[in-house]
C-alpha cells in the first residue's frame, strides 16, 4: 500500500494546477490511463451523443440485448477527464453490474464553462431517453467532479419534471463548488495524496469564474433533495472531500431520500482506479455492482 500511495504522491505533483498547465495534466492523465488493461471479453463501441463524443463499454457477463444501462459521468475537476481516463474504471463497473455503461465526454473548462458540463449531462440522459431507454433501467453515476456532476442532474432533473432515473452511485463526489468548508480540507490535507483545498478552488474558478454570484446549483449539496431516487455514496475515509460525502448522506436522509453511505478505512481519493491490486477498489465496486441490479435489475 506504501508503494501506492508513494505513486499517487508522485503523480499529485504531476497534476498540481499550480505546477503544470491543463495540457500536460490531460495529456499526462490519459497516457496513464490507456494503459490499463479491460477484463477480458470488454467491448468498447464509440458513439455520438448528439455532439458528444462518448463509449459504450460492455463487460463480457452483459447479455445480449440488455437495455439496462449505467450513465457515467468522469471525473477530473470539470477540466480534465475523458473516455480514455475512465475505460477501465467503467469496464470494471460493467462487469460487476452486469450492464452496459455509456462514459459520455462532456465539454470541459476553462474553454467551455458553467454550465456546458450541465447541460451535457441533461443531453446524455435524454438522449438515453430518446433512444427508447426506460429511465426505470437507468442508473446515473460518476466520480469526484462527476459524482457532483451527477447529483446535479438529478436535482435538474427533477426539478424541470422528467422522470428520474432508477437510482444514482457517487464516488468521492464533489458536491460543493462554491463554499468550501468541510472540515475535511484541514483534517485530511496531509493524509489525501492527491487532492487539496487550493486544487479545488482552481479548478472551481476553471468552471464558474471569478463572478461573486455563483448559481446555487454548483453547491447541490445545499439543496433541497427531496424526491431524489435511491443513492450509493463512496468516499475514502483519507480524502479532502469526505465531508462533501458525509454532509450530502446526511441531508439527503433529512430529505426522506433511501441513500447508503460508505466510508472506506485509511483510501483516497477514487482508490476505485486500482482495483486490479487494492482488494478494498473490488469490494467497493462489487457493492457498486449489486446496487445497480438491486434497483434496475
Not at 490511463?33 to 459504450?56: F, H
Request: aromatic share 8%; net charge negative; hydrophobic share 45%.
Amino acid at each position: 500500500m506504501s508503494s501506492i500511495r508513494d505513486y499517487l504522491s508522485a503523480m499529485k505533483d504531476k497534476f498540481d494546477l499550480e505546477k503544470n498547465t491543463i495540457e500536460q495534466i490531460r495529456r499526462e492523465w490519459t497516457a496513464v490511463a490507456i494503459r490499463a488493461e479491460l477484463p477480458s471479453g470488454t467491448t468498447v463501441d464509440k458513439v455520438m451523443v448528439n455532439n458528444l463524443p462518448a463509449e459504450w463499454v460492455t463487460a463480457a457477463n452483459v447479455p445480449d440485448g440488455n437495455e439496462q444501462v449505467i450513465l457515467y459521468f468522469h471525473g477530473g475537476g470539470f477540466y480534465s477527464g475523458s473516455c480514455d481516463t475512465h475505460r477501465a474504471l467503467a469496464a470494471n463497473l460493467s462487469a460487476a453490474s452486469a450492464v452496459r455503461v455509456l462514459v459520455v465526454e462532456y465539454r470541459l473548462a476553462p474553454e467551455h464553462k458553467y454550465p456546458s458540463a450541465n447541460d451535457d449531462a441533461i443531453i446524455a440522459y435524454s438522449w438515453l431517453i430518446e433512444s427508447g431507454i426506460s429511465p426505470k433501467n437507468i442508473v446515473i453515476g460518476g466520480d469526484s467532479a462527476g459524482g457532483g456532476l451527477t447529483l446535479m442532474t438529478l436535482l435538474s432533473l427533477r426539478d424541470a419534471g422528467y422522470q428520474l432515473p432508477a437510482a444514482a452511485f457517487m464516488l468521492s463526489p464533489w458536491a460543493d463548488l462554491i463554499n468550501f468548508d468541510g472540515e475535511s480540507y484541514a483534517s485530511r490535507a496531509e493524509l489525501d495524496p492527491l487532492c487539496s483545498l487550493s486544487g479545488c478552488k482552481i479548478s472551481a474558478d476553471y468552471y464558474i469564474g471569478n463572478s461573486d454570484i455563483k448559481p446555487p446549483i454548483l453547491s447541490p449539496i445545499s439543496q433541497n433533495l427531496a424526491g431524489l431516487p435511491s443513492l450509493l455514496i463512496q468516499v475514502g475515509d483519507h480524502e479532502v472531500l469526505l465531508n462533501d460525502s458525509t454532509r450530502l448522506a446526511t441531508r439527503a436522509q433529512e430529505a426522506g431520500v433511501d441513500v447508503t453511505l460508505e466510508v472506506w478505512d485509511n483510501m483516497w481519493h477514487l482508490f476505485h482506479a486500482f482495483a486490479a491490486i487494492v482488494p478494498e477498489a473490488q469490494q467497493a465496486i462489487n457493492n457498486i455492482g449489486k446496487f445497480v441490479q438491486k434497483h434496475v435489475g
